[in-house]
């Protein structure tokens, strides 16, 4: 049940290679289907993440604006607000407990640094070095379970796909579907779709990689 919380009904990734476009005939067929509520496009990839002399390998996950409307995270804030956007700047919600071990706090808040290299350059996570380096300031906290407030760095999505330098591709599409339909159903037709090129995994599904 905590889980249910921040995973959606349906995750869909490609088999080769780790990201794909979100503009792809076959996935825009998937977001008209009617059986589905809420879909949004997902980046997510690990990252250094600081705060002064602190720091630790998170995982920075970029969503669309539909994320909060399909998992149900706003009822685990244990402070601040699930809020990624204002009219001038992005801002992150961040699990309890990742929160704690940098250090920061909502009250005369640090941004949280972000590390990461960039393409083609070296790919070990220490501050020097080719880096992709953004910052950016926690709205609220969450405590779902512990392994998730451990690790999860929730940002918007375009500010993701800066950091990450990922104009056009996603890692990840997340689908919820709307109340009283036949998921098993669902996802076969949703895989039929598809084809081989993509996978469709289903909540439980999901923690088979975790």
Do not use: C, W
């Amino acid at each position: 049940s905590h889980f249910s919380s921040f995973d959606p009904d349906f995750r869909i990734t490609i088999n080769e290679g780790k990201s794909f476009l979100p503009n792809h005939e076959k996935i825009q067929k998937i977001r008209s289907l009617p059986d589905v509520a809420f879909f949004t496009e997902v980046i997510e990839e690990n990252a250094l993440l600081r705060n002064n002399d602190r720091q630790v390998i998170g995982t920075v996950k970029g969503v669309g604006p539909d994320f909060e409307k399909m998992t149900g995270i706003d009822t685990m804030m244990t402070d601040g607000q699930f809020k990624l956007k204002d009219d001038i700047y992005d801002f992150a919600v961040m699990g309890q407990n990742l929160a704690y071990f940098l250090s920061i706090g909502l009250q005369d808040p640090n941004p949280v640094n972000i590390y990461v290299p960039q393409k083609g350059r070296s790919s070990s996570l220490t501050p020097e070095g080719n880096f992709n380096r953004m910052q950016i300031l926690p709205s609220g906290f969450f405590s779902i379970q512990q392994e998730l407030d451990s690790r999860y760095l929730i940002v918007p999505l375009d500010f993701a796909r800066v950091l990450y330098d990922m104009p056009e591709k996603v890692n990840a599409i997340e689908i919820q579907l709307k109340k009283g339909v036949q998921h098993n159903k669902i996802q076969k037709n949703i895989q039929t779709i598809l084809g081989d090129e993509f996978t469709v995994k289903n909540r439980y599904q999901q923690h088979d990689e975790k």
